[in-house]
């Protein structure tokens, strides 16, 4: 019990205090056990632990082999792949450790960090020229959430183009811990995948006419909804409110809340 705790909240083997209370049996009090909890919480370990828990959690190790296409993405490189993944991992402990916040405040907050890099993608003045800023994005901008940042964004993408189905499989798995099916072995994307079809501008239009398929309605009802809500964004994490021409409807639902745009699909997670 006493190794579980340490690495759940320290990322590390347990320390001599923690160590001398397992042999004396107080983890097996509960309010010994809880004075060991607190002061575990209170220890400046707690940051490491937190950062290795929530890695883990949203699927950071993805980051390792992120590409995106450079023609389709110009401004997006490694060094945009490793700030975007720190920018989370800042946000995170600011608002959990730092400010002892709510958990669920992280889908609806504006406050977060920035390096000159990655003000590029989201189109912000950084004034640092190395290294980090706090930023706070301001009521009515497209991003607010962890969910708007290029860390989920990106990452939820395809090379060269970005994807609802993936973005949404996401939610429903790393933050609704609800498993969705694998895709059957034979199934057609050619519709999907055609970004230049004149017919089917943007990704809603080409996912409706890829969910006629039979054994891909099922799944793609638990996870388009949702993803649609993360339109407004490419593949790189960038925003824009045209696809091909067309308007982007960011619209969608998460079980029976309706939302209009990515903030409110942050709202409805919280």
Not at 108 to 137: D, K
Not at 156 to 182: D, F, N, Q, Y
Not at 185 to 202: E, G, L, M
Request: hydrophobic residues 40%; aromatic residues 8%; charged residues 25%.
């Amino acid at each position: 019990l006493a190794s579980r705790l340490s690495f759940l909240l320290w990322d590390s083997a347990p320390d001599d205090e923690l160590l001398a209370a397992a042999g004396r049996g107080d983890l097996d009090d509960r309010a010994k056990l809880a004075a060991q909890v607190d002061r575990m919480l209170a220890s400046p370990r707690l940051e490491k632990g937190v950062r290795a828990f929530f890695s883990d959690m949203l699927g950071f190790d993805a980051f390792d082999a992120l590409a995106k296409d450079s023609v389709i993405y110009p401004k997006f490189s490694l060094k945009v792949a490793n700030d975007a993944r720190e920018q989370a991992l800042r946000t995170i402990i600011d608002q959990l450790v730092v400010k002892k916040g709510d958990y669920r405040d992280l889908f609806t907050s504006r406050a977060t960090f920035l390096t000159r890099t990655l003000g590029m993608v989201y189109r912000v003045p950084v004034e640092t020229r190395n290294g980090w800023e706090p930023h706070v994005f301001p009521k009515g901008d497209e991003h607010v959430g962890l969910l708007s940042e290029i860390s989920f964004t990106a990452l939820h993408s395809h090379p060269g183009r970005s994807s609802a189905t993936l973005r949404g499989k996401a939610i429903r798995e790393l933050l609704l811990c609800e498993p969705v099916p694998m895709p059957p072995a034979n199934v057609n994307f050619a519709i999907v995948q055609d970004t230049s079809n004149p017919k089917y501008k943007t990704a809603r239009e080409r996912l409706t006419a890829h969910r006629t398929q039979p054994t891909c309605a099922g799944c793609h009802k638990l996870i388009d909804p949702i993803g649609l809500g993360l339109e407004d964004f490419d593949g790189a994490g960038q925003y824009r409110s045209i696809e091909n021409g067309a308007t982007i409807d960011a619209s969608g639902e998460l079980d029976g809340i309706k939302f209009a745009d990515a903030a409110g699909l942050g709202r409805a997670m919280h």
